[in-house]
């Protein structure tokens, strides 16, 4: 949770304070956490809460505060002296509050073998939380534009009306964004400062970081600017650290078109099994030949065969009847054979009902393109998002140049594209400056090691492969065969759980510039 205070009082408060650097070395005052529910016993008796007050404007500190929830679970063996630090955990755009992501994490310690035990035994874990921009004045900018009529996916559908549609929906976002006082203060360079503060407030010398998707990318940038203040630096499931905003963003509609063309080669290498001939120019045209609304729910759904043997059974139908609706396919259904053998056909089934479950209650909306993570948030995180992607990004100023990436996105990879897009037509039309998508040069001092799973839809491997290969002194661990976003704690793959958790507790790199870490149990790879 985030808190604006009120300027006169800030200034009052701040009068006797030279400078926000000192006002930021005021100790932190910890409360017992109430919010440390659903977690086993020892770690809510670890938990702790308290409040740290950054600069609204660093540039300007006297110009008021914000007030940042911070949550803490003490090292385990802290009391027998085997404390070795804090670690903080940078999480993805779209995690939980720390209330909630810090006890949780916390309580994954403890089952993630040995390594991670002693993690939990020797490591505080502090979430920090993040700046959000309904706080001003209890609305957000994406509420204020609900009226609004939207469009449809522009990937389904690349029509002119539609994307009037979206670039009318986009200006006013971002000009609605305009009456938030917080929308040019959130981002990568007063997320990194508000770190550095937190750092000073609980008197440590250093911080070792946990980054988690876009929090890999953040926790990257933090170590180039303070390599002094940063001990070792886990990425889980990171972004690019070399690459920009609107890469992470296009290389989304890159990874699910991969996706897609793998789950079809291994439908059409077995024709026998799955009875879908051998072409797979016939599947993709199959998929493209759904409805607006199927394809817009569905296509960008494919995670895996029984997905795509789904869709291609209720194409079919909808091939013969084109009227049927969510209520019509599900009785079309029982007496559809989706696969030949019954293993198949089951799990075929189970994934049907799954697709239609989401289009019957409207989980498959995906109105500004920021994928399933951003299901059930609320409206002003949303808009947290869109203030982060468009001030840390290089987006351009001519929003119809986002109409010309639509359709080159969907030449490249079809069936692929939602409404990514039109983040691009909201940031080209932000009130504020972009950032700059340099490359951070990190001191030879900084210890990286990177855990990622070899299929990641969210943050892909090809493209967190490009920041390993261009920092000497990086590692890293993949999970070959494994479809996850966040995985360096999973106990059902000890190999990466072992790895990371050493190098948190002990510092100790592998040997190898990259490490695999093959399947338990041989499976199929979807």
Known sequence: MMKLLPLMIVAAGLSALPDESAASVVPLTWTPCASAVDVPAQVAARTWCAML????DYANPSGGTVALDVVRVDAAGMNGGLHQGTLLLEPGEFADTPHREIPAMAAAWLTGGDAWRSVSRSLDLVGLAQRRMDDADGHDCVSATSALPRHASLGAMPTGPNFVTAEALARAIATACQNDPMHAHIGASARIKDMDKLREALGESRLHLVGVGRGGWIATRFAERYPDSVGRVLLDSTWDIDGSVVEAMEARVEERGRTIRRNIATVTDAPERFGWGTEPMDIQRRIGALPRWAREAWAGRVANVPDLLAVLAMARLLERDAALTVDGLRAALTTTRLSGSDDDNQAARESAGKLLDEVATGLGTDTY??????????????ASVFATRC????????????????????????????????????????????????????????????????????????????GLHGHVTARMVVARGLRAHGMAIRSDRPCVSEVTGRFLAEGILPANKLTNCAMPDPVSVP
């Not at 990190?442 to 990641?456: C, R």
């Open 53 to 56: 007050m950054v600069p609204r």
């Open 369 to 382: 393109g920021f994928g399933t993570r951003a299901a059930g948030s609320s409206p002003a995180q949303i």
């Open 391 to 466: 001030n840390d990004g290089s987006w351009g100023t001519k929003q119809r140049y986002w109409r010309q990436r639509t359709h080159e996105l969907r030449d490249a990879w079809p069936s692929s594209v939602g409404n990514e897009t039109f983040q691009g037509m909201v940031c080209s039309t932000w009130p504020a400056a972009f950032g700059q998508s340099e490359v951070p040069v990190l001191a030879p001092s900084v210890s990286i090691l990177m855990a990622h799973a070899e299929f990641d839809d969210e943050a892909p491997l090809r493209h967190a492969v490009l």
